[in-house]
């Protein structure tokens, strides 16, 4: 039995032993792919930019990879949603609903076009928004709904999309966290009007530091889309002159051309983050007694950004935060506390009826309203993130499962 002063955490030895590697996302391949960029540029005398070749592949093997459709590279997961609901042409001072848990990126696009974001509560024990919560902050004045499926986890999108169709709305996925995750064999971001993904390097794959991409299952949405990724630009459209004010959000080919390499590679990214957690799965951690595995909804591929983790408080002699930080100290690699990702409970979303869009006269709809959100909160309380990465195998999941069963049976409650 571990005792309490074995733990690293209490001046004992780390469980984990070594440095854990990094991903390994670059290789040869992605370094050829921009040299051979560079070699071009130089032989023909002409800088590469951007709208080129590499970009149309991209967005060509992109949207196969999606199951077919229309891809449009952009600069960044945030200008994706952005450039999303761009092309949707709200009218100022919309509500659109959101998800409680999603990166500031996800909901920022929302009120830079003048819209009203209204936040949706996450399902019980989720980070995920679902119907019941989504249609719960829909009012006459909602024009569109971004869901964000989190951490590699889908959101009940058949769900939000029935609750959509019911009240006529566009749906956007942000799918920023799960390139790859599918629901009944369907990849998100292919069940709204628009996907929108970040290609930053922290994500599945990457177009290098940043980037993001715009998938569309309809030409004449593509087409919207393009136009609002490039400051109106009147692409597929008779005028010669920019059809609608917008930003621009151009990928560029450097990016198109790590993109099209990293693409490659994201199946082999995904089987091996599930092949991880299996291994985790295997070795035990579902039966330690502060652990609990969320469950999945049945039909469901789970892409494990990270994994979702929740403390069975009532089990042990501490509470999450003491276990999680005695995880942290025997060298495990995780973020004991995701509410970082609770973007409507920080500064810049306070006040709000003194600031635009809500002091606005136009806006009608209540600038005062409270989104309070408990799902979310509890959902926070009990769960922590773990850091899981494609590049780790056998080696790394003992020594994981090691530090848990370590922690674990001092904490125990006996
Ligand atoms: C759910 C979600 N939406 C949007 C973004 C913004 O993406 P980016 O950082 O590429 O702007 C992120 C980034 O992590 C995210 O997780």
Not at 33 to 58: C, H, K, T, W
Request: one cysteine or more.
């Amino acid at each position: 039995m571990s005792k309490l002063s074995e733990l690293a955490v209490n001046g004992g030895d780390k469980a984990v032993g070594f440095a854990f590697k990094g991903r390994e996302q670059f290789g040869e391949e992605e370094k050829t792919a921009v040299m051979e960029l560079f070699d071009e540029s130089i032989r023909s005398g002409n800088a590469f930019g951007y709208n080129g070749p590499q970009e149309e592949a991209f967005g060509r093997e992109f949207a196969a990879f999606m199951g077919g459709g229309w891809a449009d590279g952009v600069n960044s997961g945030t200008n994706a949603v952005y450039v999303a609901l761009r092309a949707l042409e709200l009218p100022p001072f919309s509500e659109v609903v959101v998800s409680a848990v999603t990166d500031p990126g996800g909901i920022m696009p929302i009120v830079m076009l003048g819209c009203i974001p209204m936040v949706a509560d996450t399902m019980p024990g989720s980070y995920n928004i679902g119907p019941e919560q989504v249609e719960a902050v829909i009012t006459p004045r909602t024009r569109a709904i971004v869901v964000a499926h989190i951490g590699g986890e889908p959101a009940d999108i058949e769900g939000i999309m029935k609750v959509a169709a019911k009240y006529n709305l566009p749906v956007v996925e942000d799918c920023a966290q799960s390139h790859g995750a599918a629901v009944n064999g369907r990849k998100v971001g292919s069940f709204g009007t628009y996907g929108a993904f970040s290609l930053m390097f922290g994500k599945h794959f990457c177009t290098g530091g940043q980037g993001g991409a715009v998938f569309c299952g309809n030409e004449d949405d593509y087409w919207r889309e393009r136009r609002a990724a490039d400051r109106g630009k009147p692409f597929n459209l008779p005028g010669h002159t920019n059809s609608i004010p917008a930003i621009n959000c151009n990928l560029d080919e450097l990016g198109a051309v790590i993109g099209r390499v990293q693409l490659r590679k994201l199946p082999s990214i995904i089987a091996r983050k599930q092949k991880f957690v299996q291994m985790l799965k295997d070795r035990g951690i579902g039966e330690l007694a502060g652990i609990e595995i969320p469950e999945i909804r049945p039909g469901v591929e789970h892409v494990y950004w990270w994994w979702r983790l929740s403390v069975n408080a009532d089990k042990l002699t501490v509470g999450k935060e003491e276990y999680c930080a005695a995880l942290l100290a025997e060298g495990v690699l995780l973020n004991p506390n995701y509410s970082a990702a609770m973007p409507f409970t920080f500064e810049w979303f306070q006040d709000r009826p003194n600031k635009f869009p809500w002091n606005n006269p136009e806006y009608k709809g209540n600038p005062a309203i409270e989104f309070e959100c408990p799902n979310a909160k509890a959902a926070m309380t009990r769960h922590f993130n773990l850091v899981i990465h494609e590049s780790w195998s056998e080696k790394e999941a003992d020594a994981i499962i090691a530090a848990f069963k370590k922690v674990d049976e001092a904490y125990r409650d006996r």
